[in-house]
């Protein structure tokens, strides 16, 4: 039989395991701010490349169920035309659809009825961990909730194509509250066992 110590220890390894599975390897939103644009809101999403990825051209990511969406008007000029009002660094052009696109391997979800923003990569190669600039979209809403955020990027040890999905915020109409990142969930579920050992842990010492 394991002594308490040592399933307080293989509790909490658990939880690594746990938090170690998310496919995040690829590219990463770290940020979302949400700012006053007029009568609506610009969203903005700072995102990373990660340790040993290379993205190519024709890589790309997607931000699913944005809604709200402000296209932009038509017309010559910055900030003008279908996506007008979407931006993204040098090198990165944009496009919206109602379904995909999507990895494979990923199972997102994805409602036809609210548009997805996919951004995709043209210009040289980028490798290495490093952050990409800021992408921004105009909604009409400022409450959000999580939805899901998919890329597929290189690797640099074999040049292999690789897909990751993560979560990441997107506006809705109305109030919202945010859902728990899959990774808090996690953490939360496996942190109940590790709770009730070490306050079996703690009564053995008051008893002792």
């Known amino acids: 039989m394991l002594n308490s110590w040592k399933l ?3 509790a909490l390894g658990l939880a690594a395991v ?13 940020n979302v701010s949400v700012v006053a644009d007029g009568s609506n809101f610009r969203w903005t999403y700072a995102v990373v490349v990660t340790t040993d990825v290379k993205v190519n051209p024709g890589d790309y990511f997607t931000i ?10 038509p017309g010559p000029g910055p900030g003008t035309g279908p996506l007008g009002n979407v931006v993204a660094p040098s090198g990165w052009n944009v ?4 379904i995909g696109p999507t990895p494979p391997g990923t199972n997102p979800a994805d409602d036809p009825t609210i548009p997805n923003l996919t951004f995709t990569y043209h210009g040289d ?17 400022s409450d959000r909730v999580t939805s899901d955020f998919t890329s597929i990027t ?3 040890v074999d040049g292999r194509s690789e897909a990751n999905i993560t979560s990441t915020d997107v506006p809705v109409p109305g109030e919202s509250h945010n859902t728990p990142e899959p990774t808090t969930l996690a953490m939360f579920g496996i942190g109940l066992p590790v709770l009730g050992v070490l306050r079996y842990l703690r009564s053995r010492v008051k008893k002792s």
């Not at 699913?64 to 932009?72: E, K």
């Not at 961990?129 to 009409?140: K, M, T």
């Open 64 to 73: 699913y169920d944005f809604g709200g969406l402000v296209p932009g008007g």
């Open 8 to 10: 307080a220890i293989l």
């Open 95 to 98: 496009s919206s659809a109602g």
């Open 125 to 141: 190669a980028i490798n290495g961990q490093q952050g990409l600039g800021n992408f921004s979209a105009i909604s009409q809403f």
């Open 18 to 30: 746990a938090l170690g599975g998310r496919a995040d390897a690829g590219l990463i939103p770290t």
């Open 154 to 156: 290189h690797r640099q």
